[in-house]
């Protein structure tokens, strides 16, 4: 579908619920970033989600957000249970604008909702030559180590950092092994998935994701596995320490909920944000700085492949590479997304896009 009929028909749907014009491009800007970069589980594939949180109240059209506390460098947002793509926005904006006048800007939010993909906020700090940084907490899925209940979310991390004449680095990643929806695919295709992303009730690897997902839908225990997988032999800890450091940086300090905490009402589920923003010229020269990371980036490229491979990535790079060719060819969209849509655009009366 093309990138203008898909952003025309998510705004449409949000104005219908009640979000003001400027803040229905905002939502839309992420969902529809998400599915240009190919992160497919994170882009219009969620609507429902949405129509359904607004609908049922837990996610407020009009945007409510104030900011709470504040000094030069930092701000505190409650954003009362408002938009989290919106509210996102405004938390990295308002840090973007600190940090042009102080070098560092940081924004906590709290009292929010699922906010889509970091790394939309992350690269809002690019358009000003700065390195931005965004972190969320989530719905508890992931397993401690050493743990059998899911006790943290996927809480995801991601930052941006502009380069020069080389694409930018911008890393945004969840701190699991994998989402719950690559479980969710094999599970309906009746496939194993490989050990290592996941741990059943008793905390030992499995293979089984239905009856991962089963288990964890009743709440009876384990869960997704944090990045570096089961124990300690692939650094299983790493990924656990690092979820645990996004949910402190986004629940803790803004005072949202954390680990089990998190949607643990679903009518106020109280995620927390964190977002950062930082001017690379308060250190050194822009122009130096970026030159440096080209040749950081071209090191890494140029540097010997592993057999039978000919290419090396720097994060960022593939996404960029798929955002022109989505919004030249149009984004891919499964059957099941393209019925979803259809459905909530009869239900709200705005025609499904062509
Ligand atoms: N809001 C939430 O609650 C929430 C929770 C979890 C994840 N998310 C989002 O889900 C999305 C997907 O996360 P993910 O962990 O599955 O991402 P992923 O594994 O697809 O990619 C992670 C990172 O690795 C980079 N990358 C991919 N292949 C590479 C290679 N060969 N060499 C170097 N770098 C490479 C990508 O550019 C990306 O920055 C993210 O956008 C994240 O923000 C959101």
């Known amino acids: 579908m093309k990138e203008p009929a898909l952003r025309h028909f998510c705004e449409q749907v949000f104005v219908k619920l009640g979000v003001p014009p400027g803040d229905a491009r905002v939502t839309t800007d992420v969902l529809v970033l998400a599915d240009l970069r190919g992160i497919e589980s994170h882009g219009v594939a969620r609507l429902p989600r949405y129509v359904t949180g607004i609908k049922e109240g837990f996610m407020k059209p009009v945007d409510r957000s104030r900011i709470v506390r504040e000094t030069k460098a930092t701000a505190l947002l409650d954003a009362e249970l408002s938009l989290g793509q919106v509210v996102g926005k405004k938390g990295m904006d308002l840090a973007i604008k600190k940090a042009k006048e102080t070098a560092v800007g940081i924004v906590s939010v709290r009292n929010s909702n699922h906010y889509g993909i970091a790394g939309y906020y992350a690269l809002l700090a690019l358009e000003h030559d700065l390195i931005g940084m965004s972190m969320t907490n989530a719905a508890p899925l992931v397993v401690p180590t050493f743990g ?34 690559k479980l969710e695919v094999l599970d309906r295709a009746g496939k194993p998935m490989p050990l ?29 596995l944090p990045l570096g997988g089961e124990g300690e032999a692939f650094s299983g800890h790493k990924g656990y320490g690092l979820a645990l450091m996004v949910d402190v940086l986004s629940g803790v300090l803004s005072g949202a909920a954390t680990g089990l905490q998190v949607y643990a ?21 822009l122009e130096e700085f970026t030159r440096d990371m080209d040749r950081l980036a071209r090191e890494l490229k140029a540097s010997p492949k592993a057999e039978g491979l000919s290419r090396i990535y720097v994060a960022g790079e593939k996404s960029a590479a798929r955002t022109e060719r989505h919004r030249k ?7 099941k997304v393209v019925e979803q849509m259809k459905k909530i655009g009869g239900e709200l009366g705005v025609p499904g896009p062509a």
């Open 196 to 224: 290592g992303w996941a741990v059943d009730e008793t905390g030992k690897g499995s293979t089984d994701p239905t009856k991962v997902l089963g288990a964890l839908a009743k709440r009876l225990g384990g869960g997704l």
């Open 148 to 181: 059998r209940t899911s006790i943290l979310g996927t809480n995801p991390i991601a930052i941006a950092v502009p380069g020069g004449r080389e694409e930018p680095f911008v890393l945004d990643m969840a701190t699991s092994v994998v989402p719950r929806g």
């Open 329 to 335: 060819e149009g984004i891919p969209l499964s059957p």
């Open 265 to 285: 009402d679903e009518k106020v589920p109280n995620v927390g944000h964190f977002f950062l923003a930082l001017d690379p010229a308060a250190f050194r020269p």
